[in-house]
């Protein structure tokens, strides 16, 4: 069974960087499955943010301008969220999940979700 | 982007009672891709329903979903107190994947 956590500083300061990394047991990030961050800000619905493919593929939501990056560390099998230039409307509960393009999907079934961390920018 | 509108925001009902929830899409999405998810309080969303109707691994079948072009519809029949929960839906026809705003289920 696979198990997704979550982790990284819970405070970070505006216009600073948020990183977060998902640490995957259970299974490893060289399997056939999309690499997935997902946010939820207060009283907010979720946010797909990006995610990645084993193979390195990316794929990343326009709402971010840019701001986000993510990679994956296979000798760690983990993989990890940078957000750059922060503020106080990216604080959230972060999400990290396992998710595949079933068929001829062009965007992620989500399986399996993290326990997710708060993140607070102030 | 496809928005994903559930409403109410919260229904309350008793043990043992049906409930259906609803969900609506901005421009239609392919029942082949679209989702519903639980999330219990303070616990990790789960996947519930693929594809519109396939219930996930391990999901009773008191839950059934239906629905297509911009209407779609989650049913939990005989509530059980574990059903009690946040439900929210999933479009994954389109990019980028969006979300509902989540119906919560309460105990009335």
């Known amino acids: 069974q696979v198990h997704l956590q979550e982790s990284g500083p819970g405070l970070v300061k505006p216009s600073g960087t948020l990183s977060l990394t998902c640490t995957v047991s259970?299974?490893?990030?060289?399997?056939?499955?999309?690499w997935i961050w997902v946010r939820q800000p207060p009283g907010r619905r979720l946010e797909w943010i990006g995610e990645i493919y084993y193979t390195g593929n990316n794929n990343y939501n326009p709402s971010l301008k840019s701001r986000a990056s993510v990679s994956v560390d296979q000798s760690k099998n983990q993989f990890s969220l940078t957000l750059i230039s922060v503020t106080a409307a990216d604080t959230a509960i972060y999400y990290c999940?396992?998710?595949?393009?079933?068929?001829?999907?062009?965007?992620?079934?989500?399986?399996?979700w993290g326990q997710g961390t708060q993140v607070t920018v102030s | 982007e496809i928005v994903l509108t559930q409403s109410p925001g919260t229904l309350s009902f008793s043990p043992g009672e049906s409930v259906t929830l609803s969900c609506r899409a901005s421009?239609?999405?392919?029942?082949?891709?679209f989702a519903w998810y639980q999330q219990r309080h303070g616990q990790a969303p789960r996947l519930l329903i693929y594809?519109?109707?396939n219930r996930a691994a391990g999901i009773p079948d008191r839950f059934t979903g239906s629905g297509s072009g911009t209407d779609f519809t989650l049913t939990i029949s005989r509530l059980e107190p574990e059903d009690f929960a946040v439900y929210f839906c999933q479009q994954y026809s389109s990019a980028p994947l969006t979300f509902g705003g989540g119906t919560k289920v309460e105990i009335k």
């Open positions: 259970g299974g490893s990030v060289r399997s056939s499955n999309w």
């Open positions: 421009q239609s999405v392919n029942s082949r891709y």
């Open positions: 594809g519109t109707s």
């Open positions: 999940a396992r998710g595949i393009h079933p068929g001829s999907a062009v965007a992620s079934l989500v399986q399996q």
